[in-house]
């Protein structure tokens, strides 16, 4: 079995704590990303699983074992760099023997378990090559057989895909998920690529200046964000988000956002009177000329840009002085400075404490 | 389409003129003529009789090619042995810094340790003295080991002195270089600090080494101080550049052509060297100049 835990984990460098107080167990065989922008701690936590770092306080567990004073080579884990890190004076077959061969492999075995990597990763007629004759795609892809060779009980993954350009950053990406599929292994993996987190995860674990904010599936970060940050980071474009201040009575309390009242129901009835934040995703903001207005808020607004994106059009809004993003249908009739009857699909309206930034069910 | 339409140029594009590279390759001859001079001067004297060297007009080549004078080399003194002493002296020092300098390189890139960088700067600060200012304590220091008139101040000095500084700095340049995933890799993978040094950052090295080796046998080949001090007087433990200040007749003048056939075989060491490692040495240096 090897689930991972990281129980109360801290890490300071210096008067910078890079990890502060990380608490969360991964699941055997689970694929867990890690997420958030630069500097936010994801791969220091990584690199303490891995045993590259030592954390400052706290316990990291593989299995049952507490794994705090083991070294890299003895926690049974295997990890993909993001520059690779294949080793540039041995042969691609040496790179994945390598590990294996210092484990005292016998060499019939190394020799099976390589033949077997390089036919999953398509790398049979490479094994020959040094790593600077291989295009950046087929790097990835040793890097990536060097760890499966291993065959480790936790795959570690630092931003894999990151040097890829973005049609092979695609195609790897579903390739990635392939190989987790079939070696069925604990993975953990770093990105800072929200896109990357909601298609590859089973689920997702979003960090911010050192410290978890929220892991769930992906459907939870999108449809329940714990709180302002979350809310913000994924999806793309970002989620709109509008000051308001809860008025009316008990069950009709709704958020003045100053264009429009936006009802709130029940929920937001002990807030009147206090200041919060709504959010909207632009998915939910709807044509009114296309749809009907039931459920929905209807808002008249100013179009200010129009970006085609061929499947959709993004539209930024403007309604007295704020602005916020709409994703509508590709054939929708309009133009910058036209004026667009839109509706806020009341269903679907987060709201945010603005003082502690947490959200509000 | 004719045979000629298929081999002629486009209409409309430029043919590239040889007259730049011809003129170019011009104006690197002639620059060439104050470094080539010298060294053709010195074979082709070693071939000349005592008095041709002199000849006015010079001549720059010997009206006939006297392979006598290499016997005399080899007849005046042991030239031979002082030969074999050089290169004996040259190897270790190179076998000796390559190890010194790459595990000391090493240390200062990649172990972090407290001071660090003030003893880098100390250890770098050992350039700054000339060693004429240290030929005297150094003398006091050997003849204390005992170690007067044997070879081993000539290997054991260079090797942690400032011949093995230059070499040390830069490996060290070389081995900042290596981006640290790659011993991250290789600890995952299951080697230690010294097995990484090994099997990872060796074997990168090689360029690094190489220079290192080149600058360390030019050195030690070109020494000429310390031998002095330290083997003087003793022709069978000479080295070739003292070995070079003995062809001298009875009043102490040189004997110019014998002394330049003796050069002239002193040379082809260094020739052999730069012959099989001139690609590594070029690469060396610009490496460790990027990396400063």
């Given amino acids: ?361 | 389409m004719s045979a000629e339409s298929v081999v002629s140029p486009l209409p409309g594009r430029r043919v590239r003129s040889r007259w730049p590279a011809i003129g170019l390759t011009g104006v690197l001859i002639v620059l060439a003529i104050p470094l080539i001079f010298p060294l053709w001067w010195m074979i082709s004297a070693g071939f000349m009789g005592a008095h041709e060297v002199f000849a006015y007009p010079p001549r720059f080549a010997p009206e006939t090619w006297r392979l006598d004078n290499i016997d005399e080399v080899f007849a005046r003194q042991p030239f031979g042995r002082q030969f074999v002493n050089s290169v004996y002296i040259a190897a270790l020092n190179v076998g000796g810094t390559i190890v010194v300098s790459s595990l000391a390189g090493y240390a200062f890139a990649r172990i972090p340790f407290p001071g660090r960088t003030v003893v880098f700067v100390l250890f770098l600060s050992a350039l700054l003295m000339p060693l004429e200012v240290l030929i005297i304590p150094l003398y006091i220091l050997m003849k204390e080991l005992g170690w007067l008139g044997t070879h081993v101040p000539l290997i054991v000095e260079p090797i942690f002195g400032a011949p093995a500084v230059v070499a040390t700095f830069v490996m060290r340049q070389h081995f900042l270089s290596l981006p640290i995933e790659l011993e991250d890799a290789a600890r995952i993978d299951g080697l230690g600090r010294l097995g990484i040094f090994r099997h990872i950052a060796l074997p990168l090295a090689k360029p690094a080494l190489a220079t290192i080796a080149i600058l360390t046998f030019l050195a030690s080949w070109n020494s000429f101080l310390e031998p002095l001090v330290f083997v003087a007087g003793v022709p069978e433990l000479m080295t070739v550049p003292i070995g070079l200040t003995q062809y001298v007749e009875v009043y102490g003048e040189p004997i110019w052509n014998i002394q330049m056939a003796a050069s002239s075989l002193s040379v082809v060491p260094i020739l052999v060297v730069f012959v099989f490692a001139q690609r590594h040495f070029v690469r060396g240096i610009s490496r460790a100049g990027i990396q400063g």
Avoid: W
């Fill in chain 1, 1 to 361: 079995m090897a689930t991972v835990t990281f129980d109360h984990v801290f890490k300071r460098f210096g008067d910078v704590v890079a990890v502060n107080d990380l608490s969360l167990q991964v699941r055997d065989g689970e694929f867990l990303v890690l997420v958030g922008p630069s500097g936010c701690g994801k791969t220091t936590a990584l690199r303490m699983l891995a045993g590259l770092e030592e954390q400052t306080s706290g316990d990291i567990l593989i299995g049952d074992r507490k794994v705090n004073d083991v070294a890299p080579k003895d926690r049974d884990i295997a990890m993909v760099f993001q520059n690779y890190a294949l080793y540039p004076h041995m042969s691609v077959y040496d790179n994945i023997a390598f590990g294996l061969k210092l484990r005292g492999t016998p060499k019939a075995e190394i020799e099976r378990r390589v033949k077997d990597v390089a036919g999953i990763l398509g790398l049979g007629e490479l094994l020959h090559r040094k790593p600077k004759e291989l295009s950046g795609g087929q790097r990835q892809r040793v890097a990536v057989g060097r760890a499966i060779a291993r065959e480790p009980a936790v795959f570690l993954m630092d931003e894999p895909l990151s040097n890829l350009d973005a049609k092979l950053r695609i195609q790897t990406r579903a390739e990635l998920g392939k190989i987790h599929q079939r070696v069925g292994k604990t993975t953990i993996y770093v990105t800072h690529d929200q896109v990357e987190a909601m298609t590859m995860g089973d689920r997702i674990a979003v960090m911010k200046d050192g410290v978890l904010q929220q892991i769930g599936t992906p459907q939870d970060l999108h449809d329940r964000p714990v709180n302002l940050f979350v809310a913000g980071f994924i999806g793309s474009p970002s989620m709109n988000f509008f000051s308001a201040r809860v008025t009316g009575a008990p069950g009709e309390a709704a958020g003045d956002t100053g264009f429009a009242k936006v009802p709130l129901g029940h929920r937001a009835d002990p807030l009147v009177g206090r200041d919060v934040v709504l959010g909207l995703r632009p998915e939910d903001i709807h044509d009114l000329s296309r749809q009907p207005q039931d459920g929905r808020l209807p808002v008249e607004t100013k179009v200010e840009v129009v970006e085609y994106l061929g499947n959709e059009l993004q539209l930024y809004l403007a309604a007295d002085g704020q602005t916020f993003v709409a994703r509508v249908a590709a054939d929708t009739q309009t133009q910058p400075g036209a004026a667009l009857r839109v509706g806020f699909d009341l269903r679907k309206v987060q709201l945010f404490d603005k003082a502690t930034e947490e959200a509000i069910r």
